[in-house]
Antibody
Framework: QVQLKESGPGLVQPSQTLSLTCTVS????????VSWIRQPPGKGLEWMGV???????DYNSAIKSRLSISRDTSKSQVFLKMNSLQTEDTAMYFC?????????????WGQGVMVTVSS | DIQMTQSPASLSASLGETVTIECRAS??????LAWYQQKPGKSPQLLIY???SLHTGVPSRFSGSGSGTQYSLKINSLQSEDVASYFC?????????FGSGTKLEIK
């Protein structure tokens, strides 16, 4: 079955770079698109960006200058790198699959990884 | 960016009742809308896509409707397991944007 799992450091210092990994199973990254979505504590969801099945990327313009999404198809992994972290980047970070024949909705999500930005 | 205004922010209803949650887009999103349910400490789960299509395995008491800029999620015969937060998401245009959420509780 389709599964996604995020991993990465729970604590990052201000101004540092965040690196997260989304490991997928039950699907091929060459025929599926994966997005990163984050949720600050007690708040709503923010779409960050997507890596398409062809390897192309699109980013939320609000954070585009700080964000990079890449992948290693042989390892079934998608990577997020975001630099110049600030306290407002403290959030739960999710990776999610764009649904097949579900428009732009997300039909499978990882469990999320909590990232705290603090010195 | 397309802004999604979701209401109400919180909702309290009795078991068996019918509840409705609304989302208004800042421009026409041509039915490019999804609804999600998120229980505390869990990731969101897809309920509805394309404004009115029920996702696989979702109980039929959930339904979506709307067009243009106005959309709604209706839950019939409220069950205890429906206690959660609900979010709308537009995917008509980038960046994809979400509503601020509705927290549903049982009276």
């Amino acid at each position: 079955q389709v599964q996604l799992k995020e991993s990465g450091p729970g604590l990052v210092q201000p101004s540092q770079t965040l690196s997260l990994t989304c490991t997928v199973s039950g699907l091929s990254l060459t025929s599926n698109s994966v997005s990163w979505i984050r949720q600050p504590p007690g708040k709503g969801l923010e779409w960050m960006g997507v890596i398409w099945s062809n390897g192309g990327t699109d980013y939320n313009s609000a954070i585009k200058s700080r964000l990079s999404i890449s992948r290693d198809t042989s390892k079934s992994q998608v990577f997020l790198k975001m630099n110049s972290l600030q306290t407002e980047d403290t959030a739960m970070y999710f990776c999610a699959r764009k649904g097949i024949r579900r428009g732009g909705s997300f039909d499978y999500w990882g469990q999320g990884v909590m990232v705290t930005v603090s010195s | 960016d397309i802004q999604m205004t979701q209401s109400p922010a919180s909702l309290s209803a009795s078991l068996g009742e019918t509840v409705t949650i609304e989302c208004r887009a800042s421009e026409d999103i041509y039915n490019g809308l999804a609804w999600y349910q998120q229980k505390p400490g869990k990731s969101p789960q897809l309920l509805i896509y394309n404004a009115n299509s029920l996702h696989t395995g979702v109980p039929s008491r959930f339904s979506g409707s709307g067009s243009g800029t106005q959309y709604s999620l209706k839950i019939n015969s409220l069950q205890s397991e429906d206690v959660a937060s609900y979010f709308c998401q537009q995917y008509y245009d980038y960046p994809f944007t979400f509503g601020s959420g509705t927290k549903l509780e049982i009276k």
